[in-house]
């Protein structure tokens, strides 16, 4: 019964992105049309006698937790083909030109059929989910032809659906995972409770990538240039709520005569978000990046990244990070800002992610609940110099200290 409403569940999903995508949705779009002649595309990519390993990450984010592993993986086996798919178009349309894969495809819908096509022209040795992807019929799939499946950097919590009273079927999706390899002790722990015992802690692979992101961070010249010697303050992955609060801290800065300047990078960057953007800091002498010159960057109070792939980088130059999300649906990355070393600020929704509880259990990371919490604090660490090295060496050693997942997997399963 459980498996017909999986089924239907799957169909219904395929029906209301079908629905958005008429209805003019991009996403939508992308998300239906990168899957077009998917399976003519994948016959003619694939060659016989090749041996393939399978990398699936749902989005933009998984990739970039599951690639220092991935590439670890290519350099150390390169006689394998890395097969790379995504759920999402954030993941795909993004990295659709990655070049440490052989072949990047969207993750065909999770159907019966489809999995058993997929698998059987991909015919991969192992296969790796990152984080949290949990397809019944590709498990089953894989399961059934002897391959191996292994989740990397994955996290349970007590209220997660495999530990609920109706969470016989997807228990059961679970004991079709070869290995899990976890993020911390509490998720082996729940797994214990239900008798799976095939699992390790390794630690979280983002570390790792924000660690090499850190250590091969680009120079932006501009950038430094537009700071000019004042704290910067860099606003990543932002929301229209962030946004709010954000203009309100930055006017209370500017009628209190505090020097502070902003990089804000948007978490969507079309045309008419930015736009948007500049529109909220019109009363700011505001600057898109793409249009950023020497003759007219110094004097600027604002900078809107109107580009992507940046963001990880430019933290480098901040004096303070602002995470966006937090005042939504939940935070963004804020391992990319603290591996530089500095104060990390976010709205309330933070406690699912357990890098940011660690962070402000340490005094790291500050989460507020509107503009005046976050105005009072920046203007605290402003005129607090030893905090704030207190604070930036602090943040360096938590991400340094919890490097190495990747390494442990690898060596797991030499």
């Known amino acids: 019964m459980m498996l017909l409403f999986y089924n239907l569940a799957v169909f219904f999903y395929r029906l209301v992105i079908q629905l958005a995508a008429f209805s003019g949705n991009r996403k939508a779009k992308l998300w239906i049309s990168g899957r077009k002649d998917l399976f003519s595309r994948l016959r003619l990519a694939m060659k016989p006698g090749e041996k393939r390993v399978w990398f699936h990450c749902s989005s933009l984010g998984e990739f970039e937790q599951g690639r220092p592993l991935l590439e670890k993986f290519k350099k ?112 082996e722990r729940m797994l214990h409770s239900i008798g799976i015992s095939s699992c390790k802690v390794t630690g979280d692979t983002r570390f790792d990538r924000v660690v090499e992101i850190a250590s091969q961070a680009k120079s932006f010249p501009l950038i430094e240039k537009f700071k000019n010697g004042f704290p910067l303050l860099i606003a990543g992955s932002t929301w229209e709520k962030d946004e ?91 391992l990319e800002a603290a591996v530089f070393g500095m104060p990390v600020f976010f709205g309330t929704n933070y406690k699912r992610f357990q890098e940011a509880v660690d962070l402000v259990d340490l005094g790291v990371a500050f989460s507020v609940s509107n503009e005046k919490e976050l105005a009072d604090m920046l203007k605290s660490l402003l005129s607090d110099e030893s905090k704030r090295l207190q604070i930036s060496s602090s943040a360096k050693n938590y991400v340094e200290e919890r490097k190495g997942a990747s390494e442990k997997i690898l060596e797991f399963l030499r």
């Open 76 to 187: 150390e086996k390169p006689e394998y083909k890395i097969v790379l798919t995504f759920f999402s178009p954030s993941g795909y349309e993004n990295r659709k030109n990655y070049d440490g894969a052989d072949f990047i495809f969207y993750l065909p819908l999770d159907t019966r059929s489809n999995a058993k096509e997929f698998i059987s022209m991909v015919n991969p040795s192992n296969v790796f989910f990152i984080k949290y992807e949990y397809w019944f019929h590709y498990l089953r799939e894989l399961k059934k032809n002897n391959i191996p499946v292994y989740l990397v950097s994955a996290i349970f919590r007590k209220k997660h659906r495999f530990f609920r009273w109706y969470g016989s079927f997807f228990r059961d999706m679970l004991r079709n995972v070869s290995y899990f390899f976890l993020q911390d002790e509490q998720s």
């Open 244 to 334: 709010q609060v954000l203009v309100a801290v930055m006017s209370k800065m500017k009628q209190e005569n505090r020097k502070l300047k902003m990089v804000i990078a948007p978490h969507e960057t079309g045309e008419n978000r930015i736009r948007n953007v500049m529109q909220s800091f019109s009363t700011f002498k505001t600057i898109w990046y793409s249009e950023a010159k020497e003759e007219n960057i110094s004097s600027a109070e604002v900078m809107v990244i109107d580009s992507i792939g940046v963001l990880s980088s430019l933290y480098r130059y901040g004096s303070f990070a602002f995470i966006g999300g937090g005042f939504g649906s939940g935070i963004h990355n804020t």
